[in-house]
Nanobody, 115 residues
Framework: QVQVVESGGGLVQPGGSLKLSCVVS????????LGWYRQAPGKQRELVAV???????NYADSVKGRFSISRDNAKNTVYLQMNSLKPEDTAVYYC?????????WGQGTQVTVSS
């Protein structure tokens, strides 16, 4: 059974950095596209960044130039490096692993940007 588990969230001051990790277990992560989404209170879940199985990346306009997504297939892990964090980045961040057959979500990790 495939499991998707995020880690690395926490409280950070505006302008600070955090690095989120997501481990895909039970299957080789290389067969999946991997992405990070977030959901703030009272808002819909939105795309943050995705990286395809071939390594192509795409970012939401709101995080371009500040966030970076990467993957390590040997470790079945996808990362989200978040720099220059803003209060509006506060949300629960979810990891998604999908292909044409499967679609898996993690339980989420809270990121709070506040002074």
């Amino acid at each position: 059974q495939v499991q998707v588990v995020e880690s690395g969230g926490g409280l950070v001051q505006p302008g600070g950095s955090l690095k989120l990790s997501c481990v895909v277990s039970g299957s080789a992560s290389s067969i999946y596209n991997l992405g990070w989404y977030r959901q703030a209170p009272g808002k819909q879940r939105e795309l943050v960044a995705v990286i395809s199985s071939s390594g192509t990346t795409n970012y939401a306009d709101s995080v371009k130039g500040r966030f970076s997504i990467s993957r390590d297939n040997a470790k079945n892990t996808v990362y989200l490096q978040m720099n220059s964090l803003k209060p509006e980045d506060t949300a629960v961040y979810y990891c998604n692993a999908w292909n044409i057959v499967y679609n898996y979500w993690g339980q989420g990790t809270q990121v709070t940007v506040s002074s």
